[in-house]
């Protein structure tokens, strides 16, 4: 028995580590040189995207000396007209009166808060078709009297329930 070499135990593998394990990276430091050139470089883009959404050229926006637009001439009617034209029909007379200026001459058969009305003002005798004039200015309205008649000024807008709506009302006489 003295001729057999000693068992030699092998030592068992070496446990493996985790597969997926990233060698980790000392992170780059970088020169004061580098950070300067950075941040400089990181100023410029800032300025530009400041000054880009300004609207670039200066020489295509409006001067503050640039001749005003005139004010838009209101379309002389009659009271009549406008409630007709809804009473024959309201779709085709949207379509030809809505955001139109117009001025005409009627009595005035209410006056509440928020403007003046006009009534009876069709050529068809059992019409309900009326005219509402929203009026901005209330001062306007203190002065006023049912029965009177007056000039207003104002934009149409639709029919509803027999109303035609006119706004921005400003009573000229």
């Known amino acids: 028995m003295e001729n057999e070499e000693p068992k030699v135990e092998q030592p068992a593998e070496p446990q493996k580590a985790e597969e997926n394990v990233q060698p980790t990276v000392a992170p780059v ?5 580098e950070k300067k050139i950075l941040l400089v470089i990181g100023g410029i883009i800032l300025l530009l995207i400041i000054f880009g959404s300004r609207g670039g050229n200066k020489s295509q926006q409006a001067s503050p000396s640039a001749t005003p637009t005139p004010a838009p001439v209101a379309m002389q009617i009659t009271a009549k007209q406008l409630a007709d034209d809804f009473d ?39 019409s309900l078709t009326q ?20 000039t207003v000024q104002g934009v149409v807008g639709k029919q509803t329930i027999g109303v035609i709506d006119v706004r921005d009302c400003k009573v000229i006489k």
């Open 29 to 33: 430091k970088k020169s004061g040189r």
């Open 131 to 150: 005219i509402g004039c929203a009026v901005t200015d209330k001062e306007e309205l203190m002065s006023l009297k049912n029965g009177q008649m007056v």
């Open 88 to 126: 024959a029909n309201q779709v085709a007379a949207e379509a030809n009166w809505e955001g139109k200026l117009v001025e005409f001459n009627a009595e005035i058969t209410n006056i509440t808060d928020t403007g003046i009305s006009f009534n009876n003002i069709a050529s068809k005798q059992f």
